[in-house]
């Protein structure tokens, strides 16, 4: 998730700005708020929904948006971004190192609420101004979410200490490291240049705290056998972010 201080400033045109004016809007949308706080191992995250910025992100559209559509009479398209359900249900903090209540927790679902009526003022504004009828509404998402262990009774990476980590739980990176050790392949560190971490059994405990998604690569003999159909003067690296390059 991009943090609330890096986001990028956005100046409205002069007719929205007067319009936020007479509606009484500020130019500048609310921050997150406590709905911003992602947690870690040992913190939960957030337990609110996003509802004041996403409120003010609606009085915009329905207040000021929609209706300068409606005053100039042409076809239209506006895109509303909604923050939740997916931010909320990222940092959720309902189940800090526990199955239960998982992503179906009360923050989650308040989450979900909130993009749900979110969307309702957005149907209720195209109907007072008399543009429902002529609009289309497409509602489209990234992905779902579940709720997945991350405990391991087998995976190696489970196995070794992070600083970052609860005890026989999976460490952020975690495939790199197996593919790596199950393949007799070096780990590289990308949060350090793609320096090759130390020996591959020390590879891992020498994984520092801060978030890795990893790449193993090995030496051209090996690569050639994973791959006989590379010239023998390639030199490829095995990129472990997507494991079929090794197939």
Known sequence: MTPPV?????????K?????ELQDLPLTPPS????????????????VANVEQQTYFVDVATKVVLP????RNKPFVLVYWSRDPDGT????????????PGINGPTSRAAIRNADDNLGRLRQ???DLGLAAATNIVIIADHGFATVSKESATSPAAKAGYPDVVSGFLPRGFLAIDIAKALD?????PDNHDARVGKRDDALRQRSDRQRCGKAGGD????????????????????????????
């Open 6 to 14: 890096a986001r990028r400033a956005f100046r409205y045109p002069k």
């Open 89 to 100: 249900q990222h940092a959720q903090g309902d189940s800090l190192n526990a199955l239960t």
């Open 16 to 20: 929205s700005r007067r319009h936020c």
């Open 32 to 47: 997150q708020g406590e709905n911003a706080k992602i947690g870690d191992f040992k913190t939960p995250g957030t337990t």
């Open 68 to 71: 300068i559509f409606k005053a």
């Open 185 to 189: 392949l070096p780990l590289f560190d």
């Open 220 to 247: 051209n003999r090996r690569q050639r056998r994973l791959r006989p159909d590379l010239h023998p003067k390639q030199k490829p690296t095995a990129d472990l972010r997507h494991p079929e390059s090794l197939v």
């Open 125 to 127: 504004a195209l109907d």
